[in-house]
């Protein structure tokens, strides 16, 4: 069984850019969720999606939107970039997410730097 | 607004002692709690969990408690090892059955050989 792969591991962009990360989830899982760890701080939820469908979203702006596949991979997409987006960016999968005990794994993470 | 907070950013603790890790909350509609684990340079990793309906949960070397009206928890390493070198994440659901998690900002954890 593969685990969670993210790319690319490092990015930098420029204020005003977009950009799109990266992730494949464990196979077999159906949900995937994305995170915001900025510098010092305990990672942030940004989203959820479940079967190609968004099923939950944290307190980020409409500018960070996202896309999951059937293959198991997803995207994270970042329009009109800020200098308070550069941090580490961890996508997670499970199996569901109707149970707490649904757990959820990490992959590395791409660290991207605004500029 | 922080609802999972690890107050002690830094914890160092000789091998084969004990090592108490904190964790407050103050969301009363969090359920369920969990402990990640987090090396350089990769995801974190689940650890133990506790359902707000027990107050321990034992695993292994690791414990974790739950006080519930205190809204505090803690993760006990008995005895720790180097290898437990890491940042340590808390990290709470809320009720209503959905798995994303409110992290903490985490305790480096120095196991000291």
């Known amino acids: 069984e593969t685990g969670v792969t993210q790319s690319p591991t490092h990015l930098i962009k420029t204020r005003g850019q977009q950009v799109t990360l990266r992730c494949s989830s464990q196979?077999?899982?159906?949900?995937v969720s994305w995170y915001q760890q900025a510098l010092g701080q305990g990672p942030q939820f940004i989203f959820q999606?479940?079967?190609?469908?968004?099923?939950g979203r944290g307190n980020f702006p409409p500018r960070f939107s996202g896309l999951q596949f059937p293959n198991y991979s997803s995207e994270l997409n970042v329009n009109a970039l800020e200098l308070d987006d550069s941090a580490l960016y961890l996508c997670?999968?499970?199996?569901?997410?109707?149970?707490?005990?649904?757990?959820?794994?990490f992959g590395p993470g791409t660290r991207l730097t605004v500029l | 607004d922080q609802q999972v907070k690890q107050n002690s950013p830094s914890l160092s603790v000789q091998e084969g002692r004990i090592s108490i890790l904190n964790c407050d909350y103050t969301?009363?509609?969090?359920?369920?709690f969990l402990w990640y684990k987090k090396y350089p340079a990769e995801g974190p990793t689940f650890l133990i969990s506790?359902?707000?309906?027990?107050d321990k949960n034992e695993d292994g070397r690791f414990t974790v408690f739950l006080n519930k009206s205190a809204k505090h928890l803690s993760l006990h390493i008995v005895p720790s090892q180097p290898g437990d070198s890491a940042v340590y994440f808390c990290?709470?659901?809320?009720?209503?059955?959905?798995?994303?998690?409110?992290f903490g900002t985490g305790t480096r954890l120095t196991v000291i050989p």
């Open positions: 997670a999968s499970s199996l569901g997410w109707r149970k707490a005990t649904d757990t959820q794994y």
């Open positions: 196979s077999g899982h159906n949900t």
């Open positions: 999606y479940y079967r190609e469908e968004e099923n």
């Open positions: 969301n009363s509609m969090f359920d369920y």
């Open positions: 506790i359902s707000s309906i027990k």
């Open positions: 990290a709470a659901t809320p009720k209503g059955g959905a798995n994303n998690l409110f």
